[in-house]
């Protein structure tokens, strides 16, 4: 079929990004008999939790006292099970266009077209790519022996393990990872973090356990050689250079925001954030909704938890939008026949 004579797919709402938030927009959308296509850059659900720290334990999930990042994910899509959402992965939304109807015609970078009435942007902070340090030649250490994200932690077990940055990330790594590193060594520009102070005690408390090394200063030079790190160099503040042996690096630098063509599709935003109310999480354009970290208002707490609630208000709105002069009742899961029955329960 040529590409132009791909039929359009039609459906309630186009999501775009399943991580987290998207995924339970699905159910909260689903219980409003609104059926959903998601659209994802990556080539598997879950977003950040699946990409960045899908082992990591999260221990702020209501009545999940620790669940990881993946576990988070697998549970989302066996709860989001009966609404049959369907994924379109490894696509890049390239353009939205407004139909004389109101309803929207999505292009997707592998030529899909889909016609949906609502859209709802879940795409977190766009597509994340990890902020690379000042280090000349890093790039021939990339994926071999300087890492971005923790995939496996096993992988790392047993090595020498280097961790820079002094944020969330990079204190979540060290306080996760040292049990099964050969040693860890934290550097960090000065000795002030931007993480969570339980997670600097904890640190400071693996360091003054000699279970952590501490260094402040800057990396300025890696050796090694075929991508096998050996050691690297690091500039203190009183300008000496010392050298740290290390056969593993992760730089945790923060992650550019990369909102790729959503900047496009005339929604007004805030520093690449999409500014939105707090009943409706309607953006500037009607008939599009943002919801979790793509989104700011004031208060915003980029939160797995704050994320589903909006998301449950935003699919009240949607429902409003599409069936304007149908009644929503508002109803309970636990006690209500007709939700138990589109949950198949
Ligand atoms: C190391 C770390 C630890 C964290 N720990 C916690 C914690 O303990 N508790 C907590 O509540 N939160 C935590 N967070 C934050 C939490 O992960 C986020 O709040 C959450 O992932 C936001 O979900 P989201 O669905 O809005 O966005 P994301 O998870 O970022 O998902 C967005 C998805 O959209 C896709 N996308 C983006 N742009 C496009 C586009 N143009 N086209 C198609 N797809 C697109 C992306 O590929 C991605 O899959 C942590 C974050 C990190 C990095």
Not at 122 to 150: H, L, M, N, W
Not at 274 to 300: C, H, L, M, Q, R
Not at 327 to 344: C, D, E, N, W
């Amino acid at each position: 079929m040529a590409e132009t004579d791909q039929p359009i797919i039609d459906t309630d709402v186009v999501i775009v990004g399943a991580g987290p938030i998207g995924l339970f927009a699905v159910f909260e959308l689903g219980l409003l008999d609104l059926k959903c296509h998601l659209i994802d850059i990556l080539d598997r659900p879950g977003g950040q939790c699946a990409e960045l720290y899908p082992e990591k334990p999260i221990y702020d999930i209501p009545a999940w006292p620790i669940i990881s990042g993946q576990e988070l994910t697998d549970r989302l899509m066996e709860q989001i099970k009966p609404f049959d959402p369907v994924f379109h992965f490894n696509r890049m939304v390239s353009a939205v266009e407004r139909q004389d109807d109101g309803s929207f015609v999505i292009s997707t970078d592998e030529n899909e077209k889909l016609r949906a009435k609502v859209i709802v942007i879940a795409a977190g902070g766009g597509s994340f790519q990890p902020k690379r340090p000042p280090v000349p030649g890093i790039e021939a250490f990339e994926d071999t022996s300087v890492f971005y994200s923790v995939r496996r932690m096993e992988e790392l077990r047993g090595h020498d393990i280097v961790i820079v940055g002094g944020g969330d990330s990079a204190l979540d790594w060290t306080l996760n990872l040292q049990p099964i590193a050969k040693s860890l060594t934290l550097i960090h520009r000065r000795d002030n973090f931007r993480a969570l102070p339980d997670s600097v005690n904890k640190m400071k408390a693996l360091v003054e356990e000699g279970k952590v090394t501490l260094q402040l200063g800057q990396v300025t030079e890696l050796q090694g050689a075929g991508g096998q790190l050996t050691s690297i160099s690091v500039k203190g503040s009183d300008g000496e250079i010392s050298q740290i042996g290390c056969s593993r690096m992760l730089p945790f630098f923060g992650l550019t925001m990369k909102l790729g063509p959503i900047a496009d599709w005339g929604i007004n935003l805030d520093e690449n954030l999409i500014p939105v109310d707090t009943e409706k999480f309607a953006t500037s354009e009607s008939g599009i909704f943002a919801i979790g970290d793509i989104n700011t208002y004031p208060g915003k707490l980029k939160l797995i938890l704050s994320g589903f609630h909006e998301a449950a208000l935003m699919s009240q709105a949607a429902k409003k939008y599409i069936a304007p002069d149908e009644r929503i009742v508002f109803q309970y899961t636990t006690s209500s026949t007709s939700l138990q029955k589109k949950l198949g329960v």
